[in-house]
């Protein structure tokens, strides 16, 4: 493996959220990229986390609705029919193997969804982290049981738009923006302003 | 990039904590695996997170005592002098810049911190996060102010101990120990065991 591959993907590795529906994603390929997901380091090793593929065309029909898009593009209610995400993977936290504080289960949590995030690009799929959700409205279309809490819905597919890094200036404006061409642009903070010295 | 890269690089980006103190890494190297965590997703792209590097020896001995080690090895206080860590990345939350709920600042540091460790394992480097410690202490130690919150101390270095992956039973011990041979064992839940049906 050459020396940049994971800063080749890591940099690769953007949301989308905009996809090509009628090209599905294999079982096989999903239960792979929760794989990766489980191989990701875990707080106290509790391992607390466990997940639920939504795929059935009538499943994702269902959830689609209940997600919450892109909160800066405020005149863009999300996807439409023909470009939605053709899978879902439901992040759940499962209460009986949680033994630490909350805020471990979310650095899990962001372990596990960047794996398959990255292994997702690794074969050309992408997806958005989607935290915007009603948990109760969720839990009760997929008839969960009290156990399991969701935290994060990863929606994923084959990308049908281009996302582009902006340098963002020191304490710029945060909020991404898409172009007349319907490109997407994410300003970043550059290297410099996110370093700090001693006595800062 | 063929397509299991991605696996490969997430099943050796294990946990260390035996490093061979004698083998540096360089700033440049440091900063481009803080580069890595810049260029991670970041929940309404608040960018919140920054890096402060400690590698000079005088303030890696202060910092030292101050981190608590390997949970589940209570005999075991830590590494020993000529293998301790070379370097620390302590992640800090900028107040100023946070603008959502604090589980995504979370979610944040899980994905920013997995960037950090994956690229290193790709160099060879490994390491070890650690949430235990005094937030107070560090902040004094390194005469931060107010405005940033010390959340995560990645400690870095190259390798000096074995870690391996254990199948681990259903909801069985998660706890890690060492052999006779002070190889490191972690179990892992199998991924039968972390798939959720509807209706669970």
């Known amino acids: 493996m050459g020396k940049n591959m994971i800063q080749d993907i890591i940099r690769k590795t953007r949301t989308v959220r905009k996809f090509q529906e009628e090209m599905k994603i294999s079982q096989e390929t999903l239960l792979g990229l929760i794989d990766l997901a489980r191989l990701g380091g875990s707080a ?21 609705p209940l997600l919450g898009w892109a909160g800066y593009l405020s005149d863009w209610p ?22 630490g504080p909350e805020n471990e289960v979310y650095i ?8 398959i995030l990255l292994g997702a690009a690794e074969r050309g799929i992408f997806g958005c982290r989607i935290g915007a959700f009603s948990k109760d ?3 009760r279309s997929l008839a969960l049981g009290n156990r399991y809490k969701p935290l994060l819905v990863l929606a994923l597919g084959y990308p049908a738009e281009e996302v582009v890094l902006e340098k963002m200036e020191q ?30």
Chains 1, 2 share one sequence.
């Open 44 to 64: 106290r090793n509790c391992q607390p986390l466990c997940y639920m593929l939504i795929t059935d065309s009538e499943q994702c029909e269902k959830i689609f």
């Open 78 to 99: 999300g996807p439409e029919p023909g470009e939605r995400p053709v899978a879902y993977i439901l992040c759940l936290l499962d209460t009986k193997r949680c033994k």
């Open 108 to 115: 899990d949590l962001g372990i596990a969804s960047q794996n």
């Open 137 to 139: 409205a969720v839990g």
């Open 171 to 200: 304490d710029g404006d945060i909020r991404y923006w898409r172009d007349a061409d319907s490109v997407h642009h994410v300003p970043k903070r550059q290297l410099s302003d996110i370093i700090l010295e001693p006595g800062s």
